[in-house]
């Protein structure tokens, strides 16, 4: 091991390769913290990234991706990741932890933030960055969770694996002749996902997102398509690290136009899918506590592990609540509801881009 304290220094395009093959090598390395994520987040939102990597004579030490999101509506904050559900520092040892978190504090103060966020997925605290200190600045978020298990073997193990309910719903799609597509283009994902959140209040992402994931990650983010009689009823968006899988965007036609079992079907073929590519895990990814998709996949067979998020706040404020069920967001979430679709879809993509 190299006696010399690490450094830190921003990610320039040439540590790219560097920057990942640390992050497929780091047991607390996310797909989230891949060096793609900065070209989609500047070419997508606009947003400043700050990727900062820790260094010594061995080479990169630890990373983290840090993005500002600024709205009158939102406030100013840096966050690690923004549009991920997964962040914070990913570290060989505690030195380049802590060197990583001091110069995220750095930033945080030279950029004039109220806060700063970091979306750990593994329950140890980074160093330096504990709301246990008397009198600390950083403050726990424990509103989300996510969910993680197995992949079995084979379709009928998987679906012996589902709960008997869910597992139900399966075989309705199954004898609904639902059948599954993989999408070589992104366009009905995309469309399926502006009518689900369209339902849901929450505005939608630029265009050229889903396709600009495609480019950047290739094979790794990868699209798979309900249809029934051959139009495209339900959609998914996942993407693929290590040995694991992530639905990450998923959408369906509006529930009364949707057929028997669509997400529990749509679910179980991208869980044969990514059993056949090799891999062990499927991520359910982040739900809120008390909502409907957290609900969703308690009935299939998966168990909460609540998400450790740390917030560093610049001054006494109370820790940033933007979600869809602060009641400050309510009556605009009642109107999105009630706009055209194709309102949604012009006017969505700016509001969207400072949601994080």
Same mark, same amino acid.
């Given at each position: 091991m190299s006696e010399s304290p690490p450094t830190v220094r921003e990610m320039t395009p040439g540590d790219a390769t560097a920057w990942d093959a640390f992050v497929q090598?780091? *047991?607390?390395? %996310? #797909?989230f913290h891949r060096a793609g994520w900065r070209e989609v987040i500047q070419r997508a939102f606009h947003l400043p990234a700050h990727f900062l990597l820790a260094e010594d004579a061995l080479g990169i030490r630890g990373v983290l991706p840090l993005v500002e999101v600024k709205s009158w509506l939102f406030g100013h904050a840096l966050v690690s990741t923004p549009f991920?559900?997964?962040? @914070?520092?990913?570290?060989?040892? +505690?030195?380049?932890?802590?060197a990583l978190v001091a110069a995220a504090l750095r930033r945080a103060e030279q950029l004039g933030?109220?806060?700063? +966020? &970091? =979306?750990?997925?593994? *329950? +140890?605290? *980074?160093?330096?960055a504990g709301p246990q200190q008397? @009198?600390?600045?950083?403050?726990?978020? %424990? !509103?989300?969770a996510t969910f993680?298990?197995? /992949?079995a073997a084979t379709p009928e193990a998987q679906l012996a694996a589902i709960p008997r309910k869910q597992r139900a719903e399966v075989r309705k799609g199954m004898q609904g002749g639902l059948a599954a597509v993989e999408d070589a283009s992104p366009? =009905?994902?995309?469309? /399926?996902?502006?009518?689900?959140?369209?339902?849901?209040?929450? *505005? !939608? #992402? %630029?265009?050229?997102? #889903?396709? /600009? !994931?495609? +480019?950047?990650f290739g094979a790794d983010c990868h699209?798979? %398509?309900?249809?029934?009689g051959g139009r495209a009823v339900g959609s998914v968006l996942s993407f693929f690290f290590r040995d694991q899988v992530l639905p990450y965007y998923a959408g369906a036609v509006p529930e009364g136009a949707r057929p028997p079992g669509v997400y529990p079907y749509l679910y179980w073929r991208l869980m044969n899918l990514a059993a056949q590519r090799g891999a062990k895990i499927f991520d359910f990814g982040r739900s809120k506590q008390g909502s409907g998709s957290y609900a969703f996949k308690e009935h299939f067979g998966f168990t909460a592990e609540p998400l450790p998020y740390v917030c560093w706040l610049a001054r006494g404020e109370e820790v940033p609540q933007v979600h869809p069920a602060n009641p400050k967001y309510q009556r605009a979430?009642? &109107?999105? =509801?009630?706009?055209?679709?194709?309102?949604? &879809? !012009?006017? @969505?993509p700016p509001l969207a881009r400072k949601l994080g």
């Open positions: 090598a780091s *047991p607390q390395a %996310t #797909f991920c559900v997964y962040g @914070g520092a990913a570290a060989a040892d +505690e030195a380049a932890g802590r933030v109220a806060s700063l +966020e &970091l =979306r750990n997925l593994l *329950p +140890e605290q *980074p160093p330096g008397a @009198g600390s600045r950083w403050h726990g978020r %424990t !509103l989300h993680r298990q197995p /992949l366009e =009905r994902c995309y469309r /399926l996902y502006a009518e689900s959140l369209h339902q849901l209040g929450t *505005p !939608l #992402f %630029t265009r050229r997102y #889903f396709p /600009l !994931l495609r +480019e950047v699209i798979l %398509t309900v249809e029934s979430i009642r &109107l999105w =509801r009630r706009l055209p679709l194709a309102a949604t &879809l !012009l006017i @969505g």
